[in-house]
């Protein structure tokens, strides 16, 4: 597999898992879909963003200070696949 | 040095002065009221002989109700209680007798069904009952701040409107001036913001409770907000909001977590004319000071050059006397607030690094979730409390979003680490348990089974801090 299925599957599935832990349903993940639709706080972005530091092994969001941050998931998966190449 | 706004003795004085009507208003999701009708007409409905000397607690659901709250009681009641908004109920008969409460104001539904014990209720709500102007007799009302303390129950933190509005100079306000704030008002960082507009009359918009973000940055923006504040964690999410462009601030302010550099920078760039300031304040050693460079940490000359406030830094962690300082804590066996020099230790642990001194995280192990605190020991608690768990120690973890998550190590009472999807049902079930008894930010974010936890000599969990 390529490094961008492994870095989109690995999102996908950490969103999934931490939705469920938080007791949400979330919609169905469409790259243009902004982020803060998906009706998780920040505390939920927090958890994912540490959860894919232990599985992918990067944390674009320290590592990059002048990056905007990103506002759509295909933006947020593009952010992870830029740092693990 | 004094600051023209400690001589108002009240907000209403703070409104009336000027002698012509102020032009600010209070705007909430749905209500909008001007100062100059709040002047002459109230939020509460019971006669002001009835809230005269009393202490008052502010139950509402909608800080828009505290909001209107604090200007008619502020002058006449002896004691202001601000209740924050996540207060867990079961604490309400502490603070009630912490505070010697003896009336609640309130909108009627955030306390529904329970008991107010002896006090009398005034209800509070969005239509002004009309009044004839207040006299001039004046109380020094003491506002009472509620902030986590140790075990989960709150501590009482005693300001003066003095204190509280000791770091704004009400005479340096530039007019058409809008201010607006992603925090609760109820909570240090955002009353300094409802401070700054009440005593500046500039009208102030404020978030309704659980208002989504998007909604609240388009009101931001059709208003023309012209300040705004809001912890790092907030502005994080400001910028992750497709509606982060609506909004067009000439000044942001972020405080109440370490702000990094990356949302100093990311802020920079996304809002290239405003200008941004990042300030250093605690609820108990009030705004200490305001870093305007750019800059993550703070300059060593902040420490001298920084008016009507001593910083000292002793033992790496910063400390502060000034007349922006609370007073005291509240109730029977309170810890003591300052030291016998007048100094609040705030815990914040320092290290210089090229002539800048940076917020390393704080000495007591008490961790800042996206501004809210967590103390280890009361997650500790709960974890203890679990029939398979012998010993945790919870901890910080850094994080990019909310500045930091709270993760735990913990021993388990089975000889024999857990595996495989052993471990991520026992990593489940822990975090379930802990679900049931604390708010989500306090529920540990990961949970490590170790082989042992260090413990001193004194029988103490040795954390290691900074």
Redo the contacts between chains.
């Keep these: 597999m390529s490094v961008q299925v492994v870095v989109r599957e690995e999102v996908r599935d950490v969103f999934q898992q931490v939705a469920i832990?938080?007791g949400m349903q979330i919609a169905a993940l469409s790259d243009d879909l902004?982020?803060?639709d998906l009706g998780l706080d920040?505390?939920c972005?927090?958890?994912i963003?540490?959860?894919l530091e232990?599985v992918l092994g990067v944390?674009p969001?320290?590592a990059?200070?002048?990056a905007?941050?990103?506002?759509?998931l295909g933006e947020f998966v593009r952010y992870y696949e830029n740092a693990v190449q | 040095m004094r600051t023209p706004s400690s001589s108002f003795s009240s907000l209403r004085d703070a409104l009336e002065a000027g002698g012509i009507p102020p032009a600010g208003c209070f705007v909430g999701a749905q209500n909008r009221i001007a100062f100059g009708d709040l002047l002459r007409g109230s939020a509460i409905a019971t006669d002001r002989e009835n809230l005269r000397g009393r202490s008052v607690l502010i139950a509402s659901t909608d800080p828009f109700l505290t909001a209107l709250a604090l200007v008619e009681l502020d002058g006449l009641a002896r004691r202001m209680i601000l209740l924050p908004p996540d207060l867990a109920l079961e604490h309400l008969p502490y603070v009630m007798s912490c505070a010697e409460v003896d009336t609640v104001v309130s909108d009627g539904s955030r306390l529904a069904g329970l008991s107010h014990g002896a006090a009398e209720h005034a209800l509070c709500a969005n239509s002004l009952v009309p009044r004839g102007p207040a006299s001039h007799e004046r109380l020094p009302t003491e506002w009472i701040l509620l902030t986590s303390g140790t075990t989960g129950r709150p501590k009482l933190v005693l300001h003066t409107l003095a204190s509280l509005a000791g770091a704004i100079d009400v005479s340096a306000s530039p007019a058409d001036v809008i201010w607006g704030t992603f925090y609760d008002i109820r909570r240090y960082g955002g009353l300094q913001i409802y401070l700054r507009a009440v005593l500046t009359r500039s009208s102030l918009l404020i978030p309704a409770p659980k208002e989504p973000l998007a909604d609240f940055l388009t009101r931001v923006g059709a208003a023309g907000v012209t300040h705004i504040s809001g912890t790092p964690s907030h502005w994080r999410r400001v910028l992750m909001s497709p509606e982060a462009d609506r909004i067009a601030p000439g000044y942001i302010r972020l405080s109440g977590e370490i702000a990094d550099q990356a949302i100093l920078s990311s802020l920079r760039s996304f809002y290239a004319n405003a200008k941004i300031s990042h300030a250093f304040a605690t609820t108990e050693a009030g705004v200490a000071f305001d870093v305007r460079d750019g800059l993550s940490g703070f300059p060593v000359s902040a420490l001298t050059d920084t008016p009507g406030v001593e910083l000292q830094v002793v033992d790496a962690t910063l400390r502060v006397r000034s007349s922006r300082t609370a007073q005291r804590y509240l109730g029977e066996n309170a810890p003591v607030l300052k030291d016998a020099e007048g100094f609040v230790n705030t815990g914040d642990v320092l290290e210089l690094r090229d002539g800048r001194y940076h917020f390393q995280g704080r000495c007591d192990g008490v961790i800042n979730v996206g501004g809210l605190k967590v103390h280890p020991e009361e997650v500790e608690a709960v974890l203890n409390a679990h029939p398979q768990v012998r010993l945790s120690l919870v901890k910080t973890k850094k994080n990019p979003i909310t500045g930091a998550l709270v993760v735990a190590d913990v021993l388990l009472k089975t000889p024999s680490l857990p595996e495989g999807d052993q471990t991520r049902e026992l990593h489940h079930a822990l975090r379930q348990f802990c679900r049931e008894s604390l708010p989500p930010h306090k529920v540990p974010s990961s949970i490590r089974f170790v082989p042992t936890i260090e413990v001193s000599e004194t029988g103490k969990l040795v954390r290691r801090h900074a």
């Design positions: 832990e938080q902004p982020l803060l920040s505390l972005f927090a958890i963003v540490a959860r232990s944390d969001f320290s990059n200070e002048s905007p941050f990103p506002v759509t």
